[in-house]
């Protein structure tokens, strides 16, 4: 089992920045990729960005391209989206997951195993 843990959301003005934080816990080993999702009220949630722990491979959906970066640290089992130049429609519940996947997976959400609540990021016009 692998327990992962958001923090960092909260209200922005458009334009402005936040750090999202993940820190899993637990039999992180067998989940080799950190995912970030999210979901908008009334759609459906999607792929944010993903990194490898192993080779730090990055993947990132292309709106957030330029203004979102994910980083790990091993050491500390946390992972971080750092979330530049905001936009309304950047506003969502952010979820971490933990799993395994490829690049050509990574992007779908059947391959995460482990899910955290999530974290509330608002961006205000």
């Known amino acids: 089992q692998v327990q992962l843990v958001e923090s960092g959301g909260g209200l922005v003005q458009a334009g402005g920045s936040l750090r999202l934080s993940c820190a899993a816990s637990g039999r992180t080993s067998s989940s080799p990729t950190m995912g970030w999702f999210r979901q908008a009220p009334g759609k459906e949630r999607e792929f944010v960005a993903a990194?490898?722990?192993?080779?730090?491979?990055?993947y990132y959906r292309d709106s957030v391209k330029g203004r979102f970066t994910i980083s790990g640290d091993n050491a500390k089992n946390t992972a971080y989206l750092q979330m530049n130049s905001l936009k309304p429609e950047d506003t969502a519940v952010y979820y971490c997951?933990?799993?395994?996947?490829?690049?050509?997976?990574?992007?779908?959400?059947?391959?995460?195993?482990?899910w955290g609540q999530g974290t509330q990021v608002t961006v205000s016009a």
């Open positions: 997951a933990a799993g395994g996947c490829s690049e050509y997976s990574c992007y779908l959400s059947e391959p995460y195993d482990y």
């Open positions: 990194i490898t722990w192993i080779g730090g491979r990055t």
